[in-house]
């Protein structure tokens, strides 16, 4: 037996009035288990969410939280029903590094907000060497999320060259990855966030960082910056707020594709221009590279072949015995890419 400790809330509140830090006896790994030792936690938005019940209602209480982090083997047991280890090229040792994938990872009975935890192996991924832990923590959500919605748009590194792309909110973590995702494969993109401090940095990832609070704004900045000829992909975690500035802002032909919809639940579309402008719009998540045959091999591999130019921004390394009041930091989206915790 390994005591761990980790967060847990027991009711939706405020992250700083919800968490508690409490012990829980893990066993030795099961067949197709691993024992993590957490070295870097990757926060994210929907974590946020989850405590307060804005995301997927949690299965039980008390519920863990986390979906992301890296690790260091501690101990591996038999080979389980995915068998070793499905996406990494070498075998699993102890004290190897690894990366966790969200979509894989329980984050009601397990969560990656602690120490020690026991994981499946089919939920390990690989770190590229050169990355801090901070900055493996922050990679694999980020490329699921973003190359995969790329590649739901058309865009792969042999057909991004010729097309412009536009981020919204692009200081998140999300679009961070997604900015440097799709000007390394050669689009040309432009990005956008409600904050002129923001737009500064961002505009040394991005041909064009645009400050647009509304859909107005994001209307005319588009045309300026395009020449008016507009975008051709859109990846989109705004919503309603942006609908109708992004689909006037769409060129013939362009793919819209809707991650979240952090400005409403029940948007409303201008079909009508829509269909005058030939225009795609389609949703995504992280589980759609489960589903679709190949693909998570395939953005695993982007993940890895392009890490160097992909390294995930870390806005700020904070102790995770500070993770409710780091939270609370996250939903005030003062940061510029990833919010890690470090134990
Ligand atoms: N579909 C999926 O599978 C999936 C996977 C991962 C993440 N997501 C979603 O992707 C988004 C980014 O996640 P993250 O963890 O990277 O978040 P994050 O780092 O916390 O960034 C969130 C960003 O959203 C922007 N924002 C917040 N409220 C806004 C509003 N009212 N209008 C316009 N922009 C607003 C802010 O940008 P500015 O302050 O710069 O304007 C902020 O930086 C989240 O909504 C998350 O739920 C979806």
Redesign the pocket.
């Known amino acids: 037996m390994t005591t761990s400790h980790r967060w847990q809330f027991d009711a939706y509140n405020k992250p700083v009035d919800a968490l508690a830090w409490r012990p829980q006896e893990l066993t030795e790994p099961g067949p197709g288990q691993v024992l993590l030792k957490i070295l870097a936690v990757g926060?994210?938005?929907?974590e946020?969410?989850y405590v307060q019940g804005n995301?997927a209602p949690a299965r039980a209480f008390p519920s863990g939280i986390g979906q992301e982090a890296v690790g260091e083997i501690l101990a591996i047991g038999p080979a389980g029903p995915h068998g070793p280890q499905p996406y990494g090229k070498t075998p699993l040792t102890v004290g190897s590094r690894v990366a966790l994938l969200?979509g894989r990872v329980d984050m009601c009975d397990m969560g990656t907000y602690r120490d020690i935890g026991l994981f499946d192996q089919a939920a390990l991924a690989p770190v590229p060497e050169s990355y801090t832990d901070a900055e493996a923590a922050g990679l694999w959500?980020?490329v699921?999320?973003m190359a995969g919605a790329l590649e739901l748009a058309g865009i792969t590194p042999t057909t991004a060259k010729g097309k412009t792309v536009l981020i919204?909110?692009?200081?998140?973590?999300?679009?961070v990855i997604a900015l440097k995702l799709a000007k390394t494969w050669g689009a040309t993109t432009i990005a956008?966030?409600?904050?002129a401090s923001?737009a500064a940095q961002l505009a040394t990832l991005s041909d064009h960082a645009i400050v647009a609070?509304d859909s107005a704004s994001l209307i005319t900045e588009i045309a300026s910056v395009t020449d008016k000829k507009g975008f051709d992909v859109a990846l989109d975690?705004?919503g309603q707020?942006?609908y109708p500035g992004l689909i006037e802002s769409a060129a013939v032909g362009a793919n819209i594709i809707s991650?979240?919809m952090?400005?409403g639940r029940e948007p409303v579309l201008p079909i009508a221009l829509m269909m005058m402008k030939d225009l795609t719009f389609r949703g995504?998540?992280?589980?759609r590279p489960y589903r679709v045959p190949g693909l998570l091999t395939q953005i695993i591999d982007w993940g890895m072949a392009y890490a160097d130019q992909i390294t995930p921004i870390v806005a700020a390394t904070h102790a995770l015995s500070n993770a409710p009041e780091v939270l609370d930091e996250?939903?005030r989206?003062?940061?510029?890419?990833?919010?890690v915790l470090v134990p």
């Not at 919204?168 to 679009?175: P, V």
């Not at 995504?284 to 589980?287: A, D, K, L, V």
Request: charged share 15%.
């Open positions: 926060m994210n938005r929907s946020f969410n995301y969200p959500m980020g699921l999320t919204t909110a692009a200081s998140s973590s999300m679009g956008s966030t409600r904050s923001k609070s975690p705004v707020a942006f991650y979240e952090i400005t995504y998540t992280i589980f996250l939903g989206c003062e940061h510029l890419g990833k919010l």
